[in-house]
């Protein structure tokens, strides 16, 4: 079949979402992503490019719970893109590679703490995965070499443990200088890109965001949102990075009602948003 622009186009029109035992998948193109919670609270993200046969699996949480995703779609691993070393998203890396043969893209930084890492990548870096361009984000902070991919072309980024919906990874091993721009840099985007992260944590993200900003009508909208897709047992991932910049708090370390509740109205976005950060690690203990 030709790959016209009007096929194209019709394909991108098509988005279609099928519910499958414990996950959502979702058709954009050429590419279908699959989503599922593993672990307790980690997500999991394949991605699927229907006309080359390849398969990336976003992390490597549970070798079990991803084969068993794979086997139902009839997909075969061909690629996993690692954001960082945590055991909860590497823990499955060797297990995987024994079954599938896949390669395994990794932060550099973290080479040697990536089990069965095949290709060291840095910020900056672009490589093409089943003839689509992918970049890599510089994502330091929450790990020292944390990095996130972006897809432009299939308006996807698959932020790990950096940018959460109404929310942030926490900073372990960096700065709260490198965590900053590592969050922010997702601002640029295009508002429509979707947003995969690495932990459903939205709910009590929410209730967060709520205590900082509860004035932003957007805010409350997408928590009652949360609240009622948690009830029925349905995932908040992905979102996107627009919904992101009009509800999450350390993307909006301008907005006058945080920094009114904080009191830091004339301070640096960068205080604004480390006063945010220490917050929260308090208001989740
Ligand atoms: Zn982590």
Not at 99 to 118: H, K, R, V, W
Not at 189 to 209: D, I, K, M, V
Request: one cysteine or more; a negative charge.
């Amino acid at each position: 079949m030709g790959s016209t622009f009007a096929d194209h186009a019709l394909e991108a029109a098509a988005k279609d979402i099928i519910d499958s035992p414990k996950g959502s998948l979702s058709r954009m193109s050429h590419l279908a992503f699959h989503v599922f919670i593993c672990r307790s609270n980690n997500y999991g993200v394949l991605v699927h490019d229907h006309k080359s046969g390849l398969t990336s699996s976003i992390d490597a949480p549970d070798a079990a719970e991803i084969k068993r995703q794979l086997d139902y779609h009839g997909w075969q691993l061909s690629h996993i893109f690692t954001t960082h070393h945590h055991g909860d998203h590497v823990d499955g890396n060797m297990a995987l590679k024994q079954q599938y043969g896949c390669t395994i893209i990794g932060p550099a930084a973290e080479s040697g703490q990536i089990p069965g890492l095949n290709t060291p990548v840095s910020g900056g870096d672009t490589f093409t995965w089943s003839g689509r361009e992918v970049q890599i984000l510089d994502c330091s902070g929450h790990t020292k070499g944390h990095i996130a991919y972006y897809m432009p072309s299939d308006e996807a980024v698959f932020a790990g443990d950096t940018l959460f919906s109404l929310g942030c990874g926490r900073m372990f091993e960096g700065t709260m200088e490198q965590m900053y721009r590592s969050v922010t840099q997702f601002k640029v985007l295009a508002p429509s890109t979707r947003l995969y992260f690495g932990h459903e944590y939205t709910q009590s993200n929410a209730r967060f965001a709520l205590s900082v900003e509860p004035g932003n009508a957007a805010l409350r909208e997408r928590a009652a949102e949360v609240d009622r897709l948690r009830a029925e047992g349905s995932m908040t991932c992905p979102s996107t990075i627009g919904e992101e910049l009009r509800t999450n708090p350390f993307l909006r370390t301008g907005s006058q009602e945080i920094r009114r509740n904080l009191h830091l109205e004339t301070e640096d976005d960068i205080e604004v948003f480390g006063q945010l950060r220490r917050r929260k690690d308090v208001f989740s203990s």
